[in-house]
């Protein structure tokens, strides 16, 4: 299983960016999808994260309502759209896919442990 995730840049406060994740090797239908980041000398952190129906998301509470998590199971894609970003945004973006299905909710959906299989990060910079 190999994700790829792109779409990270340079970007002014209160831009927007949308940053892309396929994954190849296996169907993403039914497995929980998540974005984290990482800023230099910080810990991974949750972002946001969508069941694998897509029908449900969870977001950190800094970027609910400026963050929207997609996906598309036959595309074997998952999105994120960024808008309003903030400098605080700033960061390497990673996306990841559990291997066990249809697990959803709560603290296993937010933990990065959870996840089994990442992609190699996008960076995003949040700047004037």
């Known amino acids: 299983v190999q994700l790829q995730a792109s779409g990270g840049g340079l970007v002014q406060p209160g831009g927007s960016l949308r940053l892309s994740c396929v994954v190849s090797?296996?169907?993403?239908?039914?497995?929980?999808m998540a974005w984290f980041r990482q800023a230099p000398g910080k810990a991974r952190e949750f972002v946001a994260a969508?069941?694998?129906?897509?029908?449900?998301?969870l977001y950190r509470d800094s970027v609910r309502g400026r963050f929207t998590i997609t996906r598309d199971n036959d595309k074997n894609t998952m999105w994120v759209r960024m808008d309003t970003l903030k400098p605080e945004d700033t960061a390497a973006y990673y996306c990841?896919?559990?291997?066990?299905?249809?697990?959803?909710?709560?603290?296993?959906?937010?933990?990065?442990?959870?996840?089994?299989?990442w992609g190699q990060g996008t960076l995003v910079t949040v700047s004037s």
């Open positions: 990841g896919i559990q291997s066990k299905p249809g697990v959803w909710g709560g603290a296993s959906s937010r933990s990065w442990q959870e996840y089994d299989y």
């Open positions: 090797g296996r169907t993403i239908s039914g497995y929980t």
């Open positions: 969508i069941s694998g129906s897509g029908l449900s998301d």
